[in-house]
């Protein structure tokens, strides 16, 4: 049965915009994203997200796992856990790797789940 494509509207906006300043991320203790380059995605009424590119994040502690999710917006999701001193945190990481046209800059990023990891936006300096 193929999955819903849908594309945002007035009642389910979808807005994706230059982040202004610095976006630093931790894991524990740990710093596994540190970028100038982020985009930050408003979904609707729900909290915005960073989208750090991929180049932006110490890959020598992800994990690939084998969960996936799909969203009508944005397409099917994948997903990375980190590797801290303290232990694997289990997929803290999702990516759209081949993301609808209506968020094709999300593409080569990667979003992390606040609960998992702390998700710092350092305002740009003036």
Do not use: N
């Amino acid at each position: 049965m193929p999955r819903p494509v849908l594309q945002p509207t007035a009642e389910h906006p979808i807005t994706i915009e230059p982040t202004h300043g610095r976006v630093v991320v931790c894991v524990g203790d740990q710093v596994v994203a540190d970028s100038r380059q982020a985009l930050t995605l408003q979904e609707s009424t729900y909290p915005a997200v960073q989208y750090i590119p991929m180049a932006d994040v110490d890959q020598s502690v992800l994990r690939r796992t084998d969960t996936s999710t799909y969203c009508p917006f944005k397409g099917d999701a994948s997903y990375y856990s980190v590797q801290t001193p303290g232990g694997v945190v289990d997929d803290v990481i999702w990516t759209y790797e081949k993301p609808y046209a209506a968020v094709a800059e999300i593409g080569d990023r990667v979003a992390f789940y606040p609960d998992r990891a702390e998700v710092t936006v350092e305002p740009a300096s003036a």
